[in-house]
Structure formats: C-alpha cells, structure tokens
C-alpha cells in the first residue's frame, strides 16, 4: 500500500518539493489514462466544438496567438 501525506506533511514541504510531488501525482495519472472516461457530457461538449470549429475554422485563435497575449 502507498504512503499518504497529510496535509500538514505536505504543508512542510519546499515549494520545490510540493511542484515536485504534483508533476509525480500528474504522472501517475498519464500513466494510467487508459481507465479515465470521458462522460457524455464532456463528449457532448467535444462534438459542439467540434462542430463549431468546422463550420467557421477561421474563428479562433492559434496556439502561438494565446500563448503571445498571455505573456
């Protein structure tokens, strides 16, 4: 059985420590992204934007034109 860390314990950790124990938390969860399910809402959402993006694919903003405004 895993360990499990209190909030407290957590709390007590570097800041380095914590992102540390985030990206590892995140990891585990890609590793294991098979046995994640999209509900049907979500992928209700997904074929609305889906099909939103195919009628007008102009719209929109790249990936480079967000990452530029957020900086």
């Known amino acids: 059985m895993a360990k499990s860390l209190t909030q ?4 007590e950790l570097s800041a380095s420590e914590r992102i540390r124990l985030a990206e590892e938390l ?3 969860i890609l590793d294991d ?14 074929e609305q934007r889906i099909k ?8 929109g903003s790249t990936w480079e034109e967000v990452n530029d405004r957020l900086k």
């Open 52 to 59: 939103s993006y195919s009628s007008t694919p102009s719209e």
């Open 8 to 11: 407290l314990e957590i709390q």
């Open 26 to 28: 995140w990891d585990s």
């Open 33 to 46: 992204q098979a046995s994640i399910e999209v509900t049907d809402a979500q992928k209700k959402v997904l």
